[in-house]
């Protein structure tokens, strides 16, 4: 069982920055395959990024593309966003997720229903 531990967020102007974090406990976080996702009101969880257990494979939402780049740390068990040239529209709370690889392939997922363990989730807020 993995727990995720989400900071990072706050409040920031648009065309700032923020870094969120998310610290894995629990499980050997190396094999797991990371996910960011965000969820505004009245809308969707989404993908914003994703990152495979090796952090050589990586994904990217379009609406994020260029701005957002996910790294991983093994070992430190933390998975990181950094938030670039902010926009309102990146309102959210944004989860981390977790996908057990058992070190099988070097893939990254995309849908939410792919993920085994979440965070609480980070409110961000940008304004303009």
């Known amino acids: 069982q993995v727990q995720l531990v989400e900071s990072g967020g706050g409040l920031v102007q648009a065309g700032g920055s923020l870094r969120l974090s998310c610290a894995a406990s629990?499980?050997?976080?190396?094999?797991?395959?990371m996910g960011w996702f965000r969820q505004a009101p009245g809308k969707e969880r989404e993908i914003v990024a994703a990152?495979?257990?090796?952090?050589?494979?990586?994904y990217y939402a379009d609406s994020v593309k260029g701005r957002f780049p996910i790294s991983r740390d093994n070992a430190k068990n933390t998975v990181y966003l950094q938030m670039n040239s902010l926009k309102p529209e990146d309102t959210a709370v944004y989860y981390c997720?977790?996908?057990?690889?058992?070190?099988?392939?070097?893939?990254?997922?995309?849908?939410?229903?792919?993920?085994?363990?979440w965070g609480q989730g980070t409110q961000v807020t940008v304004s303009s």
């Open positions: 629990g499980g050997t976080f190396s094999r797991y395959d």
């Open positions: 997720a977790a996908k057990n690889s058992y070190y099988s392939g070097n893939y990254y997922y995309t849908s939410p229903l792919q993920y085994d363990y």
């Open positions: 990152i495979a257990w090796s952090g050589s494979r990586k």
